[in-house]
Each structure stands twice: as structure tokens, then as C-alpha cells.
């Protein structure tokens, strides 16, 4: 039998995820519930899980017979991501560098009633996640577990314009392979940060040049260049002085001995 560790409350899209005993409380206190598979692809059309107790007294979720299945290993940190970014009021972004700008690491505000989690709005791709910052810029989010975004995916983003990031988990999951699979705990415990790592995270489709200005601290490329001269002739300025002192210098110890 398989034993899944988790489950949606009362919506197979939308609904919160529970653990057994998490769900286990709420009906002690008296909350009627309903719980479903989150796999897109369950083999129950109706997606029906059922709180169920093994002899030694732990609780597990079970479908109903005949529609038991395997879980796609990456199913619960790519759920728990999603749940964390739908409830996020804000988004560490890394620093990036595009044709015009300089873009310096930092966070950006957004507003988490226009979270849409599992976005499908947009013709042709779903993103896992898209959010509006406070600014009113849309941002994708792609949450990379085992299966990169593929050629085709990325293609279409870049099509839609749309800012997308990345983040990618992967080494976090293959260092802690089963923890991920079977541990809800686990990965719930340790979302925050992922989300926070901007080690994890890339950009798919950067912001354009209107959206950098528009909605992030940014550094012209321009004045980068204007200190760079500025360093460079500095630069000449103290190289030809040294090489004027030193032959200075030179003149001096032949002359002290000749
Ligand atoms: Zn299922």
C-alpha cells in the first residue's frame, strides 16, 4: 500500500496541504474535512484520499482501493514550495547585470493576494507561481526540482516577456533525497530559506529595461563606464609616476656610484 504523507483540504488545486496528524487535530476539534491527492495525474478522477489509522495507531492518507499510486518523488518539496511562495510578501532578488543596468541585489515587496499558484492565465505556459509586486510588476516562478525547465518551456517564456526566476532545488533534494520524499516536516521546515537562497535562484527572462526602471534599485551601466575611465587615467597618472620616480631613483644610485 502506498502511504501518501500529505493532503489538500477540501480543493485538489488550492486546498492547504495537511499531514496526517495535522489533519488528525483539526477533526479532534470537530472540523469536518475533505482530503484529496495532489497528483495531477491520480488515477482517481475525483482525487479522494481518506484519513486512515494502522494498528500501532499512526495516521496516513490512503485512496480509495484500486486507485492507489506512486508519488512523483519531487511531488512534496515542489507542493510545500509552492504553498510558501503563495503566502510570500516578499522576494529576495540576486543581483544581476543587464545591457543598460546594474541591478544590485534586494528585496522586493509583493502582494500576496495576487499570488497565483499553478498560473495557467497565459496561453501556451503554466507557471508554478506568479506574483505582483508591490509596484505592479508580474514576476513567474519556476520551481526546478529533478526535471529542468525544458528548451521549449524556456522558449515560451521568453516569448511572453514575462520576468521569470528560476529557482533551482535540485541539490538541495539530491542531498536530502528521501527527507524530501517522505518527511513533510522536513520540507516544510526548510522552505523559508530555499526561497530566500539566492544561490538557487536565475532568471529565465530578465526584466526588461522599462521594468528595471521601473521596479528595481538599479545602477546605470553608463556611470560605470565614466568611473571606469576616471580609474583608468588615475591609473596611468600613478603608473607614469612611478615609473618616473623609479628612474628618478635610478639616476640617483648611479649616480651615488659613480
Ligand atoms: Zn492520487
Redesign the pocket.
Known amino acids: 500500500m502506498f502511504k501518501?504523507p500529505i493532503a489538500l483540504i477540501n480543493d485538489p488545486k488550492e486546498g492547504e496541504i495537511v499531514t496526517p496528524s495535522e489533519a488528525r487535530q483539526l477533526e479532534l476539534k470537530g472540523i469536518n474535512l475533505n482530503y484529496?491527492?495532489?497528483?495531477e495525474?491520480?488515477?482517481?478522477s475525483e482525487?479522494i484520499?481518506i484519513l486512515a489509522r494502522s494498528p500501532k495507531g499512526n495516521y496516513f492518507f490512503k485512496?480509495r482501493p484500486g486507485?492507489?499510486?506512486e508519488?512523483k518523488p519531487m511531488t512534496l518539496l515542489h507542493l510545500y514550495m509552492q504553498e510558501y511562495i503563495a503566502k510570500a510578501g516578499r522576494i529576495h532578488i540576486k543581483g544581476f547585470i543587464t545591457e543598460n543596468f546594474k541591478v544590485p541585489q534586494q528585496i522586493i515587496p509583493i502582494i500576496p493576494l495576487m499570488t497565483i499558484v499553478e498560473d495557467n492565465s497565459h496561453e501556451n505556459i503554466r507557471f508554478d507561481a506568479t506574483v505582483f509586486s508591490e509596484s505592479g510588476l508580474k514576476i513567474a516562478i519556476e520551481v526546478v526540482v529533478t526535471n529542468d525547465i525544458t528548451k521549449q518551456k524556456a522558449e515560451k517564456i521568453r516569448e511572453s516577456g514575462i520576468p521569470t526566476i528560476r529557482i533551482d532545488l535540485s541539490h538541495f533534494y539530491f542531498d536530502n533525497r528521501l527527507k524530501c520524499q517522505s518527511d513533510p516536516e522536513f520540507v516544510k521546515s526548510h522552505t523559508k530559506g530555499l526561497f530566500e537562497d539566492i544561490v538557487n535562484q536565475d532568471w529565465v527572462q530578465k526584466p526588461s529595461k522599462k521594468e528595471v526602471r521601473e521596479h528595481f534599485k538599479f545602477e546605470e551601466k553608463k556611470d560605470e563606464a565614466g568611473w571606469g575611465i576616471v580609474a583608468l587615467i588615475f591609473g596611468v597618472i600613478v603608473i607614469f609616476g612611478i615609473s618616473n620616480s623609479c628612474q628618478g631613483n635610478t639616476f640617483k644610485s648611479r649616480s651615488y656610484f659613480n
Do not use: S
Open positions: 501518501n484529496f491527492c495532489p497528483c495525474n491520480c488515477k482517481d482525487r484520499l485512496h486507485f492507489e499510486h508519488w
